[in-house]
């Protein structure tokens, strides 16, 4: 992810992720634009100036298998995220190479880097921490809405 200060950060929802983020409680909506959307809009670049841990969905403490192996290859080339958005509540973080707080809720990611502005497009909410953990592949062609 380019963090740059020359080029700009912007969020966009997909059409399926804002219609389920719609028929969620008012709460979530409400912190993921405090801790995600408010402080990027305002100049914020993440990871680092983010309150919540955001990582690439490839970077995993251990591979077991060739599953797994697939499973990040896929994620590292569809440039996938996930970022902890603070719901319910913020806890500390322990990971020493991605720094943030952790959240059961989190927002899967593809980040679109291009030289002056670096898209994060939200492709799925999700209220709790899947484990195992999963990605939304099917999810990279769908519409942005507008």
């Given at each position: ?9 912007l969020?966009?929802f997909?059409k399926?992720?804002?219609i389920?983020?719609?028929s969620m409680d008012?709460?979530?909506s409400k ?5 995600f ?11 680092h100036d983010l309150?919540?841990?955001?990582k ?6 251990f591979?077991n298998?060739?599953?797994r192996?697939a499973?990040m290859?896929?994620?590292k080339a569809?440039?996938?995220f996930?970022?902890h958005?603070g ?5 500390s973080g322990?990971?020493?190479?991605y720094?943030?707080?952790i959240s059961?809720g989190?927002?899967?990611t593809?980040?679109?880097c ?7 497009n939200?492709?799925?909410v999700?209220?709790?921490?899947p484990?195992?953990?999963k990605?939304p592949?099917?999810r ?7």
């Amino acid at each position: 992810m380019d963090s740059s200060s020359v080029a700009q950060h912007l969020v966009n929802f997909t059409k399926k992720s804002l219609i389920e983020l719609k028929s969620m409680d008012e709460n979530v909506s409400k912190t993921l634009f405090k801790n995600f959307i408010l402080p990027i809009k305002n100049g914020h670049r993440p990871p680092h100036d983010l309150q919540g841990k955001y990582k690439p969905s490839w970077k995993m403490p251990f591979v077991n298998s060739p599953m797994r192996e697939a499973f990040m290859q896929q994620s590292k080339a569809l440039n996938l995220f996930h970022y902890h958005f603070g719901y319910m509540f913020y806890r500390s973080g322990n990971d020493p190479h991605y720094p943030g707080d952790i959240s059961d809720g989190i927002i899967h990611t593809q980040v679109i880097c291009k030289p002056s502005v670096v898209a994060h497009n939200i492709l799925q909410v999700c209220l709790e921490h899947p484990s195992p953990f999963k990605q939304p592949f099917e999810r990279v062609n769908d519409e942005l809405a507008a």
